[in-house]
């Protein structure tokens, strides 16, 4: 990933590890059977998101299944909860989640047949990991022989301390909080033309590594083609962009929630852009936004699993989530990336935490948390994270510079 997205995964694992914390310090968990699903069947082009228990009983966890193949073959894996991230850009799974089928997908090696490795800095660890090619299928849309990231296949021993240096580990099951990651926001390569000509040492690590016999991994520079890549694009068709559509929920919340991804926008009756406000991102995914004065960047992300931002005026429970006496709202004033647009006022409910952890739910429209200093170092205001999406059909356009294509990066709701 650049730079300016790994806060964004970043946030995405640090809220679950809050959660982890206050769903244990709050007697989290029962059995309330109350349910919301999206109602529809899937087509060709859409495949269902899931919120409910997953692999670690974490709230708002949008997951999907995903099938992965040794290229060109019928040696094929199916792993389910697979957690949906519309801010970060490829598909990652933690090695045991795919040991079915891992030792047949081959490693990628350099010029000099290294083999190549990618270390992930999140705000509260890394991961690390062999990157190796798979035929990818989401629904029944398949991306043929494509660079995937592997989570925890290599051994501690060969972290460079440049990627150590970054936290803790996280390179299990229990410590993504799902089976792994698929990133589908509006980049194609998670690093992009920077790691084509150089290697990124400031202010993140670098994010790939030549590994001469697996061992001895030093940073280096990376071709597009074997940068782990978002699926989507390299689908055959209905690759320009996704829609998320999840449905409405009451405040309380509710057990389980069934939604749908649909791939591609304009491109079938099913996946017209039409209705919306399209606000126009830089190439991570991210607007311009407004917060209690401050202005930053704002960003639209399903792997957060609750809306973060800094509000001093806000009561918070354990670990950092807002517990107000009585539930609340804030907003957050949304532009173009350019500041070329008119405003948009997204407002974000906000009940207590601790009520909404104790009612045995999974997914919920109002979890907030403070984001202390996490957000703003980096020139951010607010990440308004799943929450945001019950309810809502949330539109992401690739930006398509890097494929020959005109179309720039958007988000549109």
Known sequence: MQPNSRLVRAL????????????????????????????????????????????????????????????????????????????????????????????????????????IAECTVFADGYTWGSVRSADVTIGSKTAGNIPIGIIGDMAASTVPSGCSSAGNAENTVAAVGANGILGIGVKPYDCGSTCVTSVPTSPFVAPYYSCPGGTNCTGTMIALSQQVTTPVVKFSSDNNGVILTMPTISSGGANSVTGMLTFGIGTQSNNGLSGVTVFGTDSAGDVNGTFNGTTGLTFFDSGSNAFFFADATLAECSNGFYCPQSPTTRSVSISNASGASASVAVTMPIQNAATLFNSGNFAFNDLAADSGTTLSNAGFVADVGMPFFYGRTVFFGYDQSLTGGTQTPYVAF
Do not use: H, W
Request: proline share 2%; glycine share 12%.
């Open 12 to 115: 995405s694992a640090f809220a679950a590890a809050l959660i982890a914390l206050i769903v244990a310090g709050c007697g989290g968990g029962g059995s309330n059977s109350s349910s919301s699903s999206g109602g529809t069947t899937a087509a060709s082009n859409q495949v269902a998101v899931s919120v409910e228990t997953g692999t670690a009983g974490l709230v708002n966890i949008p997951t999907v299944s995903v099938t992965v193949c040794k290229p060109g073959t019928s040696t094929c894996q199916t792993i389910n909860n697979i957690q949906l991230d519309t801010m970060s850009y490829g598909l990652r799974i933690v090695n045991t989640a795919a040991a079915a089928v891992l030792s047949s997908l081959s490693i990628e090696t350099d010029s000099s047949g290294n083999q």
